[in-house]
């Protein structure tokens, strides 16, 4: 048997809000699933009290579902618990300086030997000439595709 670790005590505002969520159903399902979890959790409820493994196979979902809404509603409140977690970007790795860099290189003609550029090559070259000690293709193809240029094939 498992022991709370998270305890949820909703106050009567938050409890109207998911009673809401769940009765007009409007929300996406795992809103709704969330919004049925914490409900179910509350301490403050006339609720059967149930291990999270019970309650998930009551609720047709896995205890780790029930563990991480408890765990988000005690870190975070009710908004970070109930709706899908905001994806924060990562910030750009070159800056506009190295960005010109490259856009420049492909300009010019190929390294001898060489037919045409290639993600391969512009990777490379960008090392030999120093202009980054090192570069993914997956990013190269990303700038690339930012600025609608399509390599010769």
Known sequence: ???????????????????TIVDEGKENPRTIMRARILLMSDKNADNPKMTKEELASYLGTTHTTIQTTREEYANGGIEK?????KVEHRARKFDDNVVEQILNMIKEEPPAGKKRWSIRLICSECS?????????????????????IKLDQ
């Open 1 to 19: 048997m498992s022991r709370l670790m998270y305890v949820v005590a909703l106050t009567e505002e938050e409890r109207d809000l998911l009673n």
């Open 128 to 148: 030999e000439r120093g202009i980054t000690p090192s570069i993914s293709r997956n990013t190269v193809r990303i700038l690339l595709n930012e600025r609608n």
């Open 81 to 85: 618990a109930i709706y899908r977690k």
